[in-house]
C-alpha cells in the first residue's frame, strides 16, 4: 500500500462491504435453511434469522444421504481430477509454449475445442466410451485387419475391453480430459520472459530442468488457483458420475446425494434438510478455497543516491520496523546538502533500498521524520515530495512505448501535450534514446532499457534523485 | 504474440502433449465425432438405425425463426453475464489488491460463490428473487405486480444472468487477483512516483498489464456462458416463460434429451460449436495481438 | 464373437477383479427408476421386500433421480450394451421405445418364464396405455395415477357450496364467490401443468389431441386440439385469469399450485392422485381439504381419464437368469399384498381391480386418510372408452407438451389471441410428428 488516503481507503471498505453483502447473502439463506424446522421451512416468506434445528437438520441429512462415504468418494475424485488435470495440463503446455514445431499450434486448437460442447450434450456417446475405452483402439485394428493377422497366426481373437464404469477411473478420467488447465498454464507461460529460457540455456539446464526448476516454483500462485478451481467443479460434478457410477454405496459421491436430498415431484418438501446437506457439502470446499498467497517483489541490496542542486534532506533518527520485533533501520540522522551527491554502501539487507524508499514515500517511517528542504514529508503521498526514482530492474511500464514511459509522469501531471513532447524530446537527446522513442520496452536492449528509467527520473525536474543500484 | 526463445528437440514436445491428446482423443472427439455423425442423419434414440438425410437438420434449424432468436439471446446473455462477473470482479480485485487492514477476510468471502454447490445456490436464488418473498419481491409491496420473473420473459432473463453472472464472481476474482500480484510492485511504485493517483494507476498501469488475464477470463467467461448455463437454467426456470430463457445449450439439452431428437440436437451442436470457436478465434486474432504477455 | 481378455487383461486388472467375483448364492439383476426424494426410499422398500421375500434374485436398484435422466440413461446404456435390466419409463417416453424394439414384451416374458398373470384383471385405462393397438401389454403398470382435483373444505363451506363443484360452471360460480369472500387466490394455475389442464380435459370431453385416435392408429397423425372444445377451454381459462380467479403458481413463481394449496394461499388446485398421500402428510394443520374428479362443462358425456406415471420396462440383451429375477418380481409387484403396499405407502392407484377390490373390501377407502383415492379409479374408468381416451401415442410428445404450455403461458401472460397461439403450437407440433415419422420411417406400430 503506498497511499493512505482516508477517503480512497473509505471507498475501499465501502465496495468491499457491498461486495462482501452481495457475495454472502445466498450462503446466508442456506445456512438459515438449515436452521429451521419444517413447518419454518414452508413458510411464506422465509424468515431470515436463524432457528434452533440446525444440528437435528445436519444429522438427518448426514445420515439419510449417507454423506460420511460418500465424501470420501467426492474427495478422491476430486483430489484425483485435480492432480490429473495439474500434471496433464502443465506437460502440455509446456509442450505447446516452449518448443517450436510445426504441430503445436493444431494441438493447442485440438485441445481448446474441447471446451466448447459441454458434457451434458454428449453425454450418450461419451457413455459408450466409458463402457468400453479401447473400443477406438479396436475399431483401428479392425479396419487395419491387424485382428484377422493376429487369429490367423496365433488362433486368438484380440477383443480389447476396458469398462469405466462403476470405477473411480471412470468419474476421473473424461473429467481431466478437458482443456481448462491447458488454456491457463499457457497463459501464463507466455508471460514468462524469453530472457528467462535463455538464462536457463546459458546455465546449460536441459528444457526438463528448466520446467522442474523454474516454470514450476514460479507457477505457484497459478497451481493452487487452478486446483482450487478443478478441486470445485470436480467436487459439483453431478451428471457425469451418476451416469457411470449405477453402484451408488460404493461409488456415489456427495454432490449426487445432495440432489437426492431434493425434494422431487410429490415428495416431503423438507428443504431444511436439503440445506442442511448443502452446507454440508460446501464445507471442505469453502476450507479448501486458497486466500491467494500475495507474493509481491521485495528485492533490495546496495543502493546509490544523487540529488539535483534543488532540495536539501535532513534525515533525523530514522527508524523502520517491518514487525514490532525487527528492527531494520536502528536511526540514521544524514544531513544532505542541495546539490550533494550521495552514495550509500553496506551489506545485503542493511536498509539500504528501505531508506531510499522511505525518502521516496514507498515506505512508512516508523519513527524520527525526513524532511526535504526543511519540510517534513513523513504524511507526505509520493508523487507530493518531488522526488524520481531509478529503480533497481528499471520498472518500465512494459505496455508503452519509450515516449510514453517517460511522458507518463508529465501526462499524470495534466501538462499540455506539445510541452510535454518537447520535454520528452529533450531529455530523450540527452540519454541518446530520440530514436528509440516509439519502441517497446522489450525491444530495447538492458543499457538502453536503463537510459529510458533515468529519462523517465529527470524529464519532471525533480528536487530529488533516488537511483537503487540502477549500474 | 511470437516468442523469441525455444527448445529445439524432435521427439520430446510431443512426448510431453501425448497424455493430454490421447485423452482428449478418447473422451471427447471419439464420442464427439459420432453425436456429430447424427447431425446428418435421422437417428432413432435408441440406436435401431438411422437415415442420413444430408443438410436437411441444418436446414431445418436455419430456416426456424425461434432458433434464431435463440442464438440472438444466447449471445445477449453471454455478453451480459460477462460483462457483469468480470466487471464486479476486476472491481473487487482491485480493492482487495490494496491490502488495507481486513482485506483477508473479503478476499476469502469473495471466492466463495465458486463454491456452493448449484442445486443450493438455484434455490437460494429463487427465494431471493421470488415475487412473493425475498428482496426482489419487496418492490411488490411498494408497486404491485411490477416484479414477477415467473411470467415477464425480460425479468427472468434478467435473473438468470444476475445469478450466472454472480456465480462467475469467485472464479474471476481469484484469477484477477493472481494477475494483480504478479504485477511487480515496482511498476505501481513507479507509477506513484510519477505522481499517479491510486485511480490512475489502476486505469493505466494495473489494467493493462492485467491483459493476459483478463483475456484468459473474457474467453473463460464468454465460453462458459454460452455452454454451461445449463445447470442454472435448469434449476431456476428451465427455459420459461414461454422460452424467454431458453439459450442455445438449453435447447439443446432439451430436443435431444427430453425430447429425444438426437438429430436435430447434434445439428445444433454443431452450430455451437462452430459459432464458439469461431468467437474464439477472432479474439485470438484481434485481440491477443494487442496483449504484452511481458 | 469369442470374447479374449489378453489384451485388456493386461491393461484393465481392476476391471477383471471386478468381473472374476462372480455372484455365488442369488442372481443379481438391475432396475433403474426416475423418483427420488420420498419416493425413491419408497422404491427402495419395495425392492428390500422382494429381496427377503426370496433367496434366488437379488434386485439392485438405482435410482437415477428424476424420468428424464432415467430415460437418457438407460438409453446411453442400452447403446453402449450395459442396460438395466428393467427400467422404469414414464408415459411421454413410451412411444419411442415401443418401436426401438429394444423390450422384451412383458406377456412374452411372464409366460416364458412360466408365471400366469391375467392381464384383463388391470385396469382397462392403464393396460391400453401400454398395450399394443392388438391389445398385447408390453410394459408393467407400477406407479399409475391420473389427474384430479382438490378442493379446500372451509373455502367451500364459506361460499355456501355444499359438497364439490363437479362441472366447470360450478367451479368458476365457486371461484368467483371466493374471490367475493375476500380469497386472493381461488384457483392455483401452472400453465406448464399440461397434463392436467390439456391432456385430461381432452379425454373426459372426448375431445382429440391428434388424429388417428392420438397416434394410436399410426405415425402419420396430426395435432387437431386447435379445432377442439380446448380452444374454449384455454379462453375460459384467459377469462378466470384476467379476472384472477385462476391465479398463476409454479416453481417459478415462487410456490408451485400445489404449495400454494396445502399452505392455504388457494382454495382449488388441479394435481395427480398421488399428490393425495403428499398433502396429507403436508397440509398445514389449519387446511381442510377434500379431493374430486375433474369438473366436465354441464352436459358433457363424460369418458375416462388417461392414466399419469410410469410403466416398467424389460430391455434386451440380458441373461435368461435376469430375465427369471426380473419376472419374479413382476410377480412379486403383481401380489395383492404389494399392490397394496405400493399403493398405500404412495397414493398411486392399485393397478388391478382385484387389488383395488381387496383394498376396498378392507375398508381402506374408508379411512380418513385414503378417502377419496378412490376416484381416481372412477375417473380412470368412467364410461366407455373411445379413441379418444385410450392415451397418447404420439412421438416427440415431450417437445409437444413444452409446446402447449408455452401456448397457455403465451394467451394468458403476453396476450397472445388463442386460436394464434394453438394454431403455433399445432403446426410446431405438426414438425416435430412428421420429422419423427421419417426418423422411424418403414417403421409400423406395434
Redesign the interface.
Known amino acids: 500500500?503506498?497511499?493512505r488516503?482516508p477517503v480512497?481507503?473509505l471507498l475501499?471498505?465501502l465496495?468491499?462491504g457491498i461486495?462482501?453483502i452481495?457475495?454472502?447473502?445466498?450462503?446466508w439463506?442456506?445456512f438459515i435453511?438449515a436452521t429451521l424446522s419444517l413447518?419454518e421451512v414452508?413458510r411464506?416468506?422465509?424468515q431470515l434469522w436463524p432457528s434452533d434445528q440446525l444440528f437435528e437438520n445436519i444429522a438427518t441429512a448426514w445420515q439419510r444421504g449417507d454423506l460420511g462415504p460418500k465424501m470420501v468418494n467426492s474427495l478422491i475424485v476430486a483430489v484425483g481430477v485435480t492432480v490429473g488435470k495439474i500434471v496433464?495440463?502443465s506437460?502440455?503446455a509446456?509442450?505447446?509454449?516452449?518448443?517450436?514445431?510445426r504441430a503445436?499450434m493444431v494441438?493447442f486448437w485440438?485441445?481448446?475445442?474441447?471446451?466448447?460442447?459441454?458434457l451434458?450434450?454428449?453425454?450418450?456417446?461419451?457413455?459408450?466410451?466409458?463402457?468400453?475405452?479401447?473400443?477406438?483402439l479396436q475399431l483401428i485394428l479392425d479396419v487395419t485387419g491387424l485382428t484377422g493377422l493376429v487369429q490367423m497366426l496365433s488362433g486368438?481373437?484380440?477383443?480389447?475391453?476396458?469398462?469405466l464404469?462403476?470405477?473411480y477411473?471412470g468419474m476421473i478420467?473424461?473429467l481431466?480430459?478437458?482443456?481448462?488447465g491447458?488454456?491457463?498454464y499457457r497463459?501464463f507461460f507466455?508471460?514468462?520472459?524469453?530472457?528467462l529460457?535463455?538464462a536457463g540455456?546459458m546455465d546449460g539446464s536441459s528444457?526438463?530442468q528448466?520446467f522442474a526448476d523454474v516454470l514450476i516454483p514460479l507457477s505457484r500462485?497459478?497451481m493452487l488457483?487452478l486446483a482450487?478451481?478443478m478441486f470445485?467443479s470436480t467436487?459439483?460434478q453431478?451428471l457425469w458420475p451418476?451416469?457411470v457410477t449405477?453402484d451408488?454405496a460404493n461409488f456415489g459421491t456427495a454432490?449426487m446425494q445432495?440432489?437426492?436430498?431434493?425434494?422431487?415431484q410429490?415428495?416431503?418438501?423438507d428443504?431444511n434438510v436439503?440445506?442442511a446437506g448443502?452446507l454440508i457439502?460446501?464445507l471442505p470446499?469453502?476450507s479448501s478455497?486458497p486466500?491467494?498467497s500475495?507474493?509481491?517483489?521485495?528485492v533490495s541490496s546496495p543502493a546509490t543516491s544523487e540529488d539535483t542542486p534543488m532540495a536539501a534532506i535532513s534525515i533525523r533518527g530514522v527508524k523502520k520496523r517491518y514487525t514490532p520485533k525487527t528492527l531494520v533501520i536502528h536511526g540514521v540522522d544524514v544531513e544532505i546538502e542541495a546539490g550533494e551527491f550521495v552514495v550509500i554502501l553496506g551489506p545485503s539487507g542493511c536498509g539500504k533500498s528501505t531508506l531510499l524508499?522511505m525518502i521516496?514515500?514507498?515506505e512508512e517511517i516508523t519513527e524520527g521524520e525526513i524532511a526535504i528542504e526543511g519540510r517534513v514529508v513523513n504524511r507526505l503521498?509520493?508523487?507530493e515530495r518531488g522526488?524520481?526514482?531509478v529503480?533497481?530492474?528499471y520498472?518500465?511500464?512494459?505496455?508503452m512505448t519509450v515516449r510514453q514511459n517517460i511522458g507518463?509522469?508529465l501526462k499524470?501531471?495534466k501538462v499540455p501535450r506539445p510541452e510535454r513532447e518537447a520535454r520528452v524530446d529533450k531529455v530523450a537527446q540527452i540519454v541518446g534514446l530520440l530514436d528509440y522513442l516509439d519502441r517497446?520496452p522489450?525491444e530495447l536492449s538492458g543499457g538502453q532499457r536503463q537510459r529510458v528509467a533515468v529519462a523517465?527520473a529527470m524529464v519532471?525536474n525533480p528536487r530529488v534523485f533516488l537511483f537503487d543500484e540502477p549500474l | 504474440m511470437e516468442r523469441r526463445a525455444y527448445y529445439r528437440n524432435k521427439v520430446l514436445p510431443w512426448v510431453l502433449i501425448a497424455p493430454q491428446l490421447l485423452l482428449i482423443l478418447v473422451f471427447f472427439y471419439w464420442p464427439t465425432t459420432q453425436a456429430l455423425y447424427w447431425a446428418f442423419t435421422l437417428e432413432q434414440p435408441w440406436g435401431g438405425g438411422n437415415t442420413w438425410v444430408g443438410f436437411d437438420n441444418f436446414a431445418s434449424i436455419f430456416t426456424d425463426t425461434r432458433y434464431w432468436a435463440t442464438a440472438l439471446r444466447s449471445a445477449f446473455y453471454a455478453v451480459c453475464a460477462t460483462a457483469i462477473s468480470m466487471t464486479v470482479a476486476l472491481t473487487l480485485a482491485l480493492f482487495v489488491d490494496r491490502a488495507l487492514k481486513g482485506t483477508r477476510l473479503f478476499q476469502s468471502v469473495f471466492v466463495w460463490p465458486y463454491a456452493i454447490a448449484a442445486p443450493a445456490a438455484g434455490v437460494a436464488f429463487r427465494f431471493m428473487f421470488s415475487p412473493q418473498a425475498g428482496f426482489i419481491g419487496a418492490v411488490n409491496q411498494v408497486w404491485p405486480g411490477i416484479w414477477d420473473p415467473s411470467t415477464v420473459g425480460w425479468q427472468a432473463l434478467a435473473m438468470v444472468i444476475v445469478c450466472h453472472a454472480w456465480l462467475g464472481i469467485g472464479y474471476n476474482f481469484v484469477f484477477f487477483l493472481a494477475g494483480l500480484q504478479m504485477i511487480p510492485r515496482s511498476i505501481v511504485e513507479a507509477g506513484a512516483m510519477d505522481g499517479a493517483r491510486p485511480f490512475r494507476r489502476m486505469l493505466d498501469l494495473q489494467l493493462p498489464l492485467l491483459a493476459p488475464t483478463t483475456f484468459f477470463l473474457l474467453i473463460m467467461n464468454l465460453i462458459s456462458s454460452f455452454t454451461d448455463s445449463f445447470g442454472l437454467i435448469d434449476t431456476l426456470t428451465e427455459g420459461g416463460p414461454v422460452g424467454a430463457t431458453e439459450v442455445m445449450v438449453y435447447k439443446i439439452y432439451f430436443d435431444g434429451f427430453k425430447g429425444l431428437d438426437y438429430s436435430g440436437a447434434a445439428a445444433q451442436s454443431i452450430v455451437l460449436m462452430l459459432l464458439v470457436i469461431s468467437l474464439t478465434f477472432i479474439q485470438f486474432k484481434w485481440v491477443e495481438r494487442r496483449i504484452h504477455y511481458s | 464373437m469369442t470374447r479374449n481378455w489378453l489384451l485388456g487383461a493386461a491393461l484393465a486388472a481392476s476391471t477383471l477383479a471386478l468381473a472374476g467375483a462372480p455372484a455365488q448364492a442369488a442372481t443379481k439383476f438391475e432396475f433403474w427408476y426416475g423418483l427420488s426424494g420420498d419416493l425413491s426410499e419408497r422404491v427402495q422398500d419395495v425392492c428390500k421386500r422382494f429381496n427377503a421375500a426370496q433367496a434366488d434374485y437379488e434386485i439392485v436398484c438405482v435410482s437415477q433421480d428424476n424420468y428424464d435422466n432415467n430415460l437418457q440413461n438407460t438409453i446411453a446404456a442400452f447403446r453402449a450394451n450395459k442396460q438395466p435390466t428393467v427400467t422404469q419409463i414414464f408415459d411421454a417416453g413410451t412411444l419411442d421405445l415401443m418401436l426401438s424394439g429394444a423390450y422384451l414384451p412383458i406377456g412374452q416374458l411372464m409366460s416364458e418364464s412360466g408365471y400366469q398373470i391375467d392381464w384383463s384383471n388391470y385396469l382397462s385405462g392403464i393396460g391400453s396405455y401400454y398395450s399394443t393397438s392388438k391389445g398385447e401389454l408390453l410394459s408393467m403398470p407400477f406407479n399409475s395415477s391420473t389427474a384430479v382435483i382438490y378442493y379446500n373444505t372451509d373455502a367451500l363451506a364459506k361460499v355456501g357450496f355444499a359438497g364439490t363443484p363437479s362441472t366447470w360452471e360450478e367451479v368458476e360460480d365457486v371461484a368467483r364467490k371466493m374471490k367475493a369472500a375476500g380469497y386472493d387466490c381461488p384457483v392455483a394455475f401452472d400453465p406448464t401443468g399440461v397434463w392436467q389442464w390439456f391432456e385430461q380435459f381432452s379425454a373426459i370431453h372426448n375431445q382429440p389431441i391428434a388424429s388417428n385416435g392420438n397416434g394410436f392408429g399410426g405415425l402419420d397423425a396430426e395435432y387437431v386440439f386447435n379445432k377442439t372444445r380446448f380452444v374454449d377451454q384455454l379462453t375460459w381459462y384467459k377469462k378466470m385469469f384476467d379476472e384472477g380467479l385462476f391465479v398463476h403458481k409454479s416453481k417459478a413463481a415462487g410456490e408451485t399450485a400445489n404449495d400454494a394449496f396445502i399452505n392455504g394461499t388457494c382454495q382449488i388446485t388441479s394435481s395427480s392422485i398421488a399428490d393425495h398421500g403428499t398433502f396429507g402428510k403436508q397440509a398445514k394443520p389449519e387446511v381442510k381439504w377434500t379431493v374430486a374428479m375433474l369438473p366436465v362443462w354441464a352436459g358433457t358425456d363424460r369418458k375416462n381419464s388417461f392414466v399419469g406415471g410410469a410403466s416398467l420396462w424389460t430391455l434386451k440383451g440380458k441373461s435368461a437368469d435376469e430375465y427369471k429375477g426380473a419376472a419374479a418380481f413382476f410377480n412379486f409387484l403383481a401380489t395383492p399384498e404389494s399392490a397394496e403396499y405400493w399403493s398405500t405407502v404412495t397414493g398411486y392407484v392399485p393397478v388391478t381391480m382385484s387389488g383395488f377390490e381387496a383394498m376396498k373390501a378392507k375398508g381402506f377407502y374408508e379411512d380418513p386418510t385414503y378417502k377419496g383415492r378412490e376416484l381416481a379409479i372412477e375417473s380412470l374408468t368412467y364410461g366407455e372408452a373411445t379413441e379418444n381416451t385410450r392415451g397418447i401415442r404420439l412421438g416427440n410428445y415431450v417437445t409437444e407438451r413444452k409446446e402447449i404450455g408455452d401456448a397457455m403461458a403465451r394467451v394468458l401472460f403476453d396476450n397472445v389471441p388463442v386460436q394464434e397461439a394453438l394454431d403455433t403450437a399445432v403446426a410446431n407440433g405438426n414438425a416435430l410428428l412428421r420429422k419423427f415419422e421419417k426418423t422411424y420411417q418403414g417403421a409400423q406400430l406395434p
Open positions: 500500500m503506498i497511499e488516503s480512497f481507503d475501499t471498505y465496495a468491499m461486495g462482501l452481495l457475495v454472502f447473502t445466498p450462503f439463506v442456506v435453511g413447518p414452508a411464506v416468506p422465509m496433464i495440463a506437460l502440455s509446456f509442450s505447446i509454449v516452449f518448443f517450436n514445431y503445436r494441438f485440438l485441445i481448446f475445442i474441447t471446451l466448447m460442447l459441454p451434458e450434450v454428449r453425454i450418450v456417446p461419451t457413455y459408450a466410451i466409458a463402457a468400453n475405452a479401447l473400443s477406438p486368438v481373437e484380440i477383443a480389447l475391453n476396458w469398462n464404469l462403476n470405477s477411473e478420467l473424461p481431466v480430459a478437458t482443456a481448462t491447458t488454456f491457463l497463459q507466455m508471460t514468462i520472459p524469453d530472457e529460457v535463455e540455456k528444457p526438463m528448466f500462485t497459478n488457483a482450487t478451481i470445485v467436487w459439483n453431478y451418476l451416469l449405477t451408488r454432490v445432495l440432489k437426492a436430498l431434493v425434494p422431487a410429490n415428495g416431503t418438501p428443504w436439503t440445506m448443502a457439502i460446501m470446499r469453502s478455497l486466500s491467494c500475495a507474493g509481491s517483489s521485495g524508499r521516496a514515500g514507498l503521498e509520493p508523487r522526488c524520481a526514482m529503480f533497481q530492474n520498472a518500465l511500464y512494459p505496455h507518463y509522469a499524470v501531471a517497446r522489450a523517465r519532471r
